[in-house]
């Protein structure tokens, strides 16, 4: 016996069939899952991004320090064959941007960033005691 779906409020339906179609963004989109690794040599950033080129995704440092990540929507569109039709299709790809602030110990010039089985995974190495000593500074008041 296969499962049945079945919705108990007319409600929902009537929203759906209104705002989850080709014309509106769906409104339900989210961001990916982020996880973030610390040990003592470097933080480890892995976003989730199944299907995703490493072609559509940048990574940068703004003029204010933060870590920019965007991944971009550049689906290549398709012919369909004309024989059938979706009857349901929930499959779909949104822009992402998110700015991070960085901790203070992060080396920024040595950032590296790379695109593996649908995880892009940003390295931030720390910088060592001695880097972190130079950063800081002793202000005189007079």
Known sequence: ?????????????????????????????????????????????????PGIKKEFCRVNINQDGNLCIAIENKLEHKEEDKKSHFIRREF?????????????DVDKDKIAAKVENGILTIAMP?????EQAKLTKTIDIS
């Not at 720390?126 to 001695?130: D, I, P, W």
């Open 1 to 49: 016996m296969l499962p049945v779906y079945v919705k108990n409020s007319w409600f929902p339906t009537v929203f759906d069939d209104f705002l989850n179609n080709d014309f509106l963004p769906r409104a339900n989109a989210t961001a990916p899952a982020v996880n973030v690794k610390e040990d003592e040599k470097a933080y480890t950033m892995e976003i989730a991004a």
């Open 92 to 104: 779909s790809y949104s822009n992402y941007e998110q700015n991070y602030t960085l901790p203070e």
């Open 126 to 130: 720390k910088l060592r005691k001695e």
